[in-house]
C-alpha cells in the first residue's frame, strides 16, 4: 500500500475495482458486511492510503547487483511486467496459475509475505517453485539456486 497507491488503479488481486469506493464496496461492504462509508470518509480513506510512504529500499550487495542483472535480463523477463520506478507495469495477467490477476509492484516486496495471490509462497524463494507459475511468470526455470538466491537478494532490496 505504501508509496502512491492511487496511481495504481484498478484494484484487488484481480485488477477489476477501478477505484477506492469500488475496493470499499468489495472489501469493506461485500466481505466484512460492515456499512458503505459516506463518500467524504471513503476520499479521506483514498488520500490517508495514498500518502503511506515507502519503505526505503535495501541496501544492495553483490548477489543483490547480480540478481539485478537476471531481473533485467530479456532471458528471465522478469521486468516485462515488474520494470519502471513502480516495478509494475500495471497490467492484469495470468501468469501461469489459472486466473488473471494484477502484476503487484515490487516496492518493498520483503515486507509483504507470503507471496502470491493465494499466500501459496512463505518465502520469495518460494515463489520461485511449484505455486510460482513456472515458466509462464517470468522464465527462470533454468537458473541455478544460486542463480534464484541472487535474484531473491535483488527483489529483497526494492
Same mark, same amino acid.
Given at each position: 500500500?505504501?508509496?502512491?497507491?492511487?496511481?495504481?488503479?484498478?484494484?484487488?488481486?484481480?485488477?477489476?475495482?477501478?477505484?477506492?469506493?469500488?475496493?470499499?464496496?468489495?472489501?469493506?461492504?461485500?466481505?466484512?458486511?460492515?456499512?458503505?462509508?459516506?463518500?467524504?470518509?471513503?476520499?479521506?480513506?483514498?488520500?490517508?492510503?495514498?500518502?503511506?510512504?515507502?519503505?526505503?529500499?535495501?541496501?544492495?550487495?553483490?548477489?543483490?547487483?547480480?540478481?539485478?542483472?537476471?531481473? #533485467?535480463?530479456?532471458?528471465? *523477463?522478469?521486468?516485462?511486467? /515488474? !520494470?519502471?520506478?513502480? +516495478?509494475?507495469?500495471?497490467?492484469?495477467? $495470468?501468469?501461469?496459475?489459472?486466473?488473471?490477476?494484477?502484476?503487484?509492484?515490487?516496492?518493498?516486496?520483503?515486507?509483504?509475505?507470503?507471496?502470491?495471490?493465494?499466500?501459496?509462497?512463505?518465502?520469495?524463494?518460494? #515463489?520461485?517453485?511449484?505455486? *510460482?507459475?513456472?515458466?509462464? /511468470? !517470468?522464465?527462470?526455470? +533454468?537458473?541455478?539456486?544460486?542463480?534464484? $538466491?541472487?535474484?531473491?537478494?535483488?527483489?529483497?532490496?526494492?
Amino acid at each position: 500500500l505504501a508509496g502512491g497507491i492511487l496511481a495504481t488503479a484498478p484494484f484487488h488481486w484481480r485488477g477489476d475495482l477501478a477505484d477506492v469506493d469500488a475496493l470499499v464496496r468489495e472489501v469493506l461492504v461485500r466481505g466484512m458486511l460492515a456499512p458503505m462509508p459516506g463518500r467524504q470518509d471513503v476520499a479521506s480513506l483514498a488520500r490517508w492510503l495514498d500518502a503511506i510512504p515507502a519503505r526505503p529500499a535495501a541496501s544492495r550487495g553483490e548477489a543483490a547487483a547480480r540478481g539485478e542483472a537476471l531481473f #533485467r535480463s530479456e532471458a528471465t *523477463g522478469c521486468a516485462t511486467c /515488474h !520494470g519502471g520506478p513502480a +516495478h509494475t507495469n500495471n497490467q492484469t495477467v $495470468d501468469v501461469g496459475t489459472g486466473a488473471a490477476y494484477q502484476v503487484p509492484s515490487l516496492r518493498g516486496v520483503r515486507w509483504r509475505p507470503p507471496y502470491m495471490h493465494d499466500g501459496c509462497a512463505a518465502t520469495l524463494r518460494d #515463489r520461485f517453485g511449484r505455486c *510460482g507459475g513456472g515458466d509462464l /511468470h !517470468g522464465r527462470t526455470g +533454468h537458473l541455478s539456486g544460486a542463480e534464484i $538466491d541472487d535474484l531473491v537478494a535483488y527483489m529483497e532490496s526494492l
